[in-house]
């Protein structure tokens, strides 16, 4: 039993409470027995309405069991999806009033359901979270979603929702018109029997919207916009929008047919089945375990270094309630580095990420300072100062003299050698790599860096520390580069020869955008900064000369201090918002390749360097390398990581998976 059904008067609470699990998701069993609840309910003639709500603590209903529908074969996927349509439909058609009374996350399948009620209303909780990630996954809402959604608020706001695959906070959802009102969860039950009263819902016509002109000029303006976001290599967003946009013209039962055999296809598809692995690759960061993992709890904090990744990582912490202290040498870095602090709370409440109070609250819970203060009420330091070996060697042997012995000692070093560090402190076994990626607010990734002296239980903490503030830990072996910037420089370092050779730098860049990255490999030298990129570079090319040769491009520009974007010069100038190709620099005078021959050799390059790194076991699993790549640098989520590129396209003549 997954359901309980009470009566409170003439009031039904139906209460989803998945047997054995932490999660209320849908699979056979669980729509099985809401369809018979719905039928029980439907004969009983004194009930006025039905209220569903969820029992467990923080979730109402999460969607689908992922596992079931990406194993399902195509005759059980078209039953499981047309039971749903159909037990959503039966809701949807009962007679009373119907009211989901939202705690928790109400996601995909979650949300379908949620939209067969008449009223939706949630607690303002901050669990309570709501949208249609199906895209994401590489598929689309098929329980009635993607007829439901557009029905309810018009063609023009629902479609967003869904090619987004967004989950909001309440009071967005709220603001979009898919819930109708918000409470604290001590009185959902109450506000939710206020709406018993209220008569079922008639939905909008949406007549201007829904006429055929226009459905056609919106179709047509969503799959451009697509084009230049993801170059249409995302199948599942291009059908939502025939989908969706079919659907307002269409009777329901119509556009459920074309949800089901959309859903069949895009399934079936390498895209949906590489961003469902990532979804599970993220699942099992968040949590990942390493031996007998204690709680770890962390509230006393310090960072070393109010530079750009710094002043990203105290912000970061002090947002999840860490108490931070910062500490520069340089009295105007550490005013800057608070300035992007203030920033940074800024923004979050111009986005209404964080209310006034909290980002007060979080803002007050740094203290800055280039005083010596003593650290050794600090349950960990984080060191993000400049990257530099004798330097950080320096600071490790003053740091192991503040700290108390237990204290966890991290470094975000980008590519030193760990090891060499932990030989300039007492209890080594406590320093652990903590890579956290730029900018940090955005990057959920941080390779936990294990040296040959981190104890197990260093690790486990620093495993646990990353996942307790929200973010999404891969462990790796220290070497040079750790694993996601050792893979990136023999491609960076190519881009850097291709330009010298004579290819223009959007050129070089539109290919591998074209490919299905974020940004090509020069813009991103510029957004990470050449003078750090340099760096970079010098560590592995030490390491690795015979591939990863610094090429001259990036110290000539370091030497005349374009930095890229924080210099607003680089590959590329910025100015006004805008970018354009630097005119001061001029590409080489004879380009060699054509833009495919650049895409094939940049994308080979990054599998190749994956493919050393599994062998020589920088990480456990090709898995945690492809999910490495794609969360630490865009890496076209859709080709699965770089590994599973090369696995699905036989690129290194040998298997990964
Ligand atoms: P940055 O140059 O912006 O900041 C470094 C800060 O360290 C400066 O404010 C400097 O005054 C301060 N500093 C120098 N010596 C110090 C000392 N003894 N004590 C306290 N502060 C000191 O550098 P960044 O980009 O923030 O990088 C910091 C570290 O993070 C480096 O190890 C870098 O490799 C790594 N990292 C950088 C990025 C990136 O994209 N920028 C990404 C990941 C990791």
Redo the contacts with the bound molecule.
């Keep these: 039993m997954h359901l309980k059904l009470e009566t409170h008067g003439t009031i039904a609470h139906l209460i989803f409470d998945r047997k054995d699990s932490s999660a209320n998701i849908f699979d056979r069993d669980v729509l099985a027995e809401l369809n018979q609840q719905l039928d029980g309910i439907s004969k009983c003639s004194k009930l006025t309405a039905l209220i569903i709500r969820s029992n467990k603590p923080n979730i109402f209903i999460a969607g689908a069991d992922l596992k079931t529908l990406s194993t399902a074969s195509e005759d059980e996927l078209e039953s499981l999806i047309k039971l749903g349509q159909s037990v959503f439909c039966k809701l949807e058609d009962l007679h009373i009033t119907t009211i989901a009374a939202i705690h928790g996350a109400c996601v995909g399948g979650g949300l379908e359901l949620a939209l067969a009620c008449d009223y939706r209303i949630a607690s303002d909780a901050s669990c309570s979270r709501i949208g249609l990630p199906e895209t994401q996954l590489g598929i689309l809402p098929a329980w009635g979603g993607s007829t439901r959604l557009p029905a309810l608020l018009g063609l023009s706001k629902a479609l967003p929702l869904v090619l987004s695959g967004k989950i909001m906070k309440v009071k967005v959802a709220l603001r979009k018109g898919i819930i109708d009102g918000i409470c604290p969860q001590q009185h959902l039950i109450h506000y939710a029997s206020s709406f018993s009263s209220k008569p079922k819902r008639q939905l909008p016509a949406h007549l201007l919207e829904h006429n055929p002109l226009t459905v056609a000029l919106i179709r047509k303006q969503a799959h451009d916009s697509l084009y230049k976001k993801t170059r249409h290599l995302y199948p599942a967003l291009n059908r939502s929008v025939d989908v969706i946009c079919a659907g307002v013209r269409v009777s329901k039962h119509e556009s459920f047919d074309n949800e089901r055999e959309a859903i069949k296809e895009l399934s079936k598809s390498p895209e949906a089945s590489h961003l469902i692995n990532l979804f599970f690759s993220s699942e099992r960061a968040k949590k990942l375990k390493i031996g007998e993992q204690m709680p770890c709890i962390i509230n006393h904090t310090a960072v ?8 990203g990582i105290a912000y970061w912490l002090s947002t999840r309630k860490c108490q931070v202290l910062l ?4 009295s105007d ?2 005013a ?2 608070m300035g992007t602090i203030e920033s940074l709370y800024h923004a979050s409440v111009k986005r209404h990420v964080l209310s006034q109070t909290a980002a007060k609250s979080g803002f007050d819970r740094i203290t800055a300072s280039t005083a010596d203060l003593p650290l050794n009420d600090r349950e960990i330091v984080i060191e ?4 530099d070996l004798e ?2 060697k ?2 490790f042997a003053h740091l192991t003299e503040q700290v108390s012995p237990n204290t966890i000692l991290a ?6 050698p760990i090891h060499e560090l932990a030989e300039h402190i007492t209890h080594p076994e406590r320093l652990v790599g903590m ?4 900018p940090v607010p955005r990057m959920k990734l941080v390779e936990v860096v294990r040296a040959p002296q981190t104890s197990d239980s260093t690790l486990a903490a620093a495993v646990r520390f990353i996942q307790s503030i929200g973010k999404l830990p891969v462990v790796v072996n220290d070497s040079p580069g750790f694993l996601v910037n050792r893979i990136l420089l023999p491609y960076l370092v190519r881009a850097g020869q291709l330009f010298s050779e004579g290819h223009a730098p959007e050129t070089i860049d539109n290919c591998m955008v074209d490919f299905g990255m974020p940004m090509g490999p020069l813009r991103l030298l510029d957004e ?2 050449l003078d ?1 990129s340099l ?2 570079a010098k560590t592995l090319s030490a390491a690795f000369p015979d591939r990863m040769e610094i090429p001259s491009i990036l110290t000539d520009l370091v030497t005349k201090g374009l930095l890229g974007k924080k210099s607003n010069e680089g590959f590329y100038l910025y100015e006004k918002g805008k970018t354009k190709p630097n005119p001061t620099i001029q590409p080489g005078a004879s380009p060699q390749s054509s833009a495919l021959k650049i895409r094939d050799e940049l994308a080979y390059l990054l599998s190749e360097e994956a493919s050393r790194c599994l062998d020589e076991g920088l990480a456990d699993s090709a898995a945690d390398i492809d999910f490495a790549m794609v969360m630490g640098t865009g890496y076209a989520p859709f080709r699965g990581g770089p590994l599973r590129h090369a696995h699905d396209t036989n690129l290194l003549n040998r298997t990964f998976y």
């Excluded at 500490?327 to 340089?330: E, G, H, Q, S, T």
């Excluded at 993000?384 to 990257?387: I, L």
């Excluded at 470094?411 to 030193?416: D, F, K, M, P, R």
């Design positions: 070393i270094g109010s530079g750009v990744m710094g002043s500490k520069d040498i340089n870095a550490l800057h580095g993000a100062a400049t990257e330097l950080k320096k600071i470094t975000n070093t980008s590519a030193l890579h956290f990626f730029n990470v900064g750090v760096h970079v």
